[in-house]
C-alpha cells in the first residue's frame, strides 16, 4: 500500500516507499542552497541527479545482502526503498551467525566495491580524484558536474562507513552481533549489541543536538528505534522458538461467503469468539480451492465506516493472502502477517482448510510460554 513496485528481480520486488521523493526535495534544497547567496537551479539539478544514481548504489547494496541471503537459503522477497535507505525483507531469519555475518557484510562490501569503480573510472578520465573525494567535505557549495565521479566515489565510500556503525540496524550491528554470538548465545549477543547501538545513539542525537545538525538527530532517532524493535524481536523469536503453527491455531473456524453482506460478518463477531473470516465459495466448509479471500475485524471495521452494511463481502475483502502450514514456525508466520498487515491466516494442509491462526492466537502462546516454556513439546526441526 505504502510501496510501489519499480521492477522485479529474480522473484524480488523492488520497491519505492511513498516518502521516498522527500529525499530528492531535500537534495535539491541542500544543494540549491549550500554556499551559495541565491537558490542556485543548476546546483538543485546535480543535487537530484546524484542522488538518483546514490540511490541505484543502494539498490546494489541491498542486492548484495539479497543474493548472499539468497545463497544461503533464505530468500528475499522484497527490497524497498525508504529516504534513509533500502531494507530487504526475508521470510526467515538466518540461523547461524557466519551466514548473518555474510548476509550482513555484502552490502557494504558492495559499496566499497562500486566505489573502487567510481575511482578508478576517474582516474583514468584524467581526474584529480584526490581533490574531488576531499570536496563533499572541504567546499561541498563549490560542487558541480566536473565532480560527479569524485563525488560518486566518496559517498559510496561514506554508505560503506555509515553502514558499518555497530548499531542496529545498521549492517554493523548485525555484524558485531553475529561476531558476539560465536562466543556467547544469540539472546545475550542481541542484547549487548542492541545496547552498543542504543549508546551510540544517545551519542549522536546529542552531537546532532550540540551542533545544531537536525539529520544527525532523526538518524539517532531511526538508530536508537531500530535497536528496541530487533531487540524485541529477538526475545519474542526466542520464546517462539520451535513452535509451530500446529500447536496454536484455531480448529473449526466460522466461514462467511463472498455474496453475504458485511453485516453477516459483523453479526458473527458478536455471536462468536471469531473476529476474522475466511471467505469461502460453496458450503462454507472451504474445502480445497474454495477459499477466495481473508476478511479481518480491521477489513470489518473499515467497511463498515465507508459502506453501506448491505455491501457484498466480495467487495471489501482481501483476495491476495499469506496461508500457513501446520508445521510452519510461528515466529516466521507471524512477520509474515506483520508484512502482510494481516491479523489472521488460513490455516491449509494439502490444499484443505483447517482453520485460522490469528495474531491473538499468537499472543496467548507467547505470553504462556514466557510465563510455562514446558507448556507444549516444542519441534526439535529448529
Ligand atoms: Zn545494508
Redesign the pocket.
Known amino acids: 500500500m505504502t510501496s510501489l513496485r519499480v521492477f522485479r528481480l529474480r522473484g524480488i520486488d523492488v520497491k519505492i516507499h511513498i516518502t521516498f521523493p522527500l529525499i530528492l526535495i531535500w537534495a535539491a534544497y541542500v544543494f540549491g542552497t549550500t554556499g551559495r547567496e541565491e537558490f542556485s537551479v543548476a546546483g538543485a539539478t546535480f543535487g537530484v541527479v546524484v542522488t538518483l544514481i546514490l540511490f541505484i548504489c543502494v539498490v546494489i547494496?541491498?542486492l548484495a545482502?539479497s543474493l548472499a541471503a539468497g545463497r544461503m537459503g533464505y530468500p528475499v522477497r522484497e527490497i524497498v526503498l525508504l529516504p534513509l535507505?533500502?531494507v530487504a525483507q526475508m521470510d526467515k531469519l538466518p540461523e547461524k551467525p557466519w551466514q548473518e555475518l555474510v548476509m550482513?557484510i555484502a552490502?557494504?562490501l558492495s559499496n566499497v566495491v562500486i566505489g573502487t569503480v567510481f575511482l578508478l573510472v576517474g582516474l583514468a578520465a584524467g581526474i584529480d580524484m584526490r581533490a574531488g573525494l576531499l570536496k563533499p567535505l572541504v567546499d561541498p557549495g563549490g560542487l558541480g558536474w566536473a565532480d560527479t565521479l569524485p563525488y560518486l566515489a566518496f559517498t559510496n565510500f561514506a554508505l560503506a562507513a555509515f553502514?558499518l556503525i555497530p548499531a542496529f540496524p545498521m549492517?554493523g550491528g548485525r555484524v558485531l552481533r553475529a561476531l558476539m554470538a560465536t562466543v556467547m548465545p544469540y539472546a545475550r549477543a542481541t542484547s549487548i549489541a542492541v545496547a552498543i547501538g542504543q549508546g551510540l545513539a544517545w551519542l549522536l542525537g546529542l552531537g546532532g543536538l550540540l551542533s545544531g545538525n537536525f539529520i544527525w538527530v532523526l538518524i539517532a532517532v531511526f538508530i536508537f528505534a531500530g535497536a528496541a524493535q530487533e531487540g524485541r524481536m529477538i526475545r519474542v523469536k526466542n520464546a517462539l522458538r520451535g513452535l509451530l503453527v500446529r500447536h496454536a491455531f484455531s480448529h473449526r473456524a466460522l466461514a462467511v461467503s463472498p455474496g453475504d453482506p458485511i453485516s453477516r460478518a459483523a453479526d458473527l463477531t458478536f455471536e462468536s469468539f471469531q473476529a476474522d473470516f475466511p471467505v469461502c465459495t460453496g458450503d462454507l466448509t472451504c474445502e480445497r480451492g474454495n477459499i477466495v479471500g481473508m476478511l479481518t475485524y480491521a477489513d470489518i471495521l473499515r467497511a463498515l465506516r465507508q459502506r453501506s452494511p448491505d455491501t457484498p463481502i466480495r467487495d471489501v475483502m482481501r483476495s491476495e493472502f499469506p496461508t500457513a502450514g501446520l508445521d510452519d514456525e510461528l515466529f516466521d508466520v507471524q512477520r509474515q502477517m506483520t508484512e502482510a498487515g494481516l491479523d489472521a491466516v488460513p490455516v491449509m494442509d494439502n490444499g484443505e482448510f483447517l482453520g485460522l491462526l490469528t495474531r491473538r492466537d499468537i499472543n496467548e502462546v507467547y505470553q504462556m510460554m514466557s510465563v510455562s516454556p514446558e507448556l507444549i513439546q516444542r519441534s526439535q526441526a529448529t
Do not use: C, L, Q
Open positions: 547494496h541491498e545482502h535507505g533500502g550482513a552490502g557494504p553502514n549492517d
